[in-house]
């Protein structure tokens, strides 16, 4: 078990001195997709750092997996959202996310998700920017990521 805590405190002191700040919040996160656009399923880590959110996707390292998808080269999903390029964070419904990404609804006609609905639906942190596009992340912390922004 040490080894596993030494090995993601070397990963993130790693990720802290190639981004040059303090990582202040992270959590495991698919990455569905952005509104009218393809849906994705990548897996990986969501990180804060200063005023910027960062995003990585890793390999899978399935034997299955690679069997499979023996034909497609993998290609590394990451990219930064500035805090300030942000307009709206919230909780929505799976459902209405995987339709936004497929352009069924705009960024602003997602259903957010009530309290009632999380009976039912599955949770899905949408991220609107400022020009009104929306990227979608199923989080493992979702609450907790909304309350850092």
Do not use: H
């Amino acid at each position: 078990m040490k080894d596993v805590e030494s090995e993601a405190r070397k990963f993130w002191e790693e990720k802290e001195a190639e981004k040059g700040g303090k990582v202040t919040f992270y959590t495991f996160a698919t990455f569905l997709g952005r509104s009218s656009d393809r849906q994705v399923t990548n897996g990986g880590l969501v990180y804060i750092i200063d005023d910027k959110i960062f995003f990585e996707d890793f390999e899978k390292d399935s034997w299955l997996v690679k069997l499979i998808a023996r034909k497609k080269q993998y290609e590394k999903t990451e990219f930064i959202i500035k805090k300030g390029d942000i307009s709206l964070s919230r909780i929505v419904t799976r459902n209405s996310a995987l339709n936004c990404i497929a352009g069924f609804c705009e960024s602003q006609e997602t259903k957010e998700l009530s309290v009632f609905m999380k009976l039912f639906a599955k949770p899905v942190v949408q991220i609107m920017m400022k020009t009104g596009s929306s990227l979608f992340f199923d989080m493992m912390r979702g609450q907790d990521f909304i309350k850092e922004l």
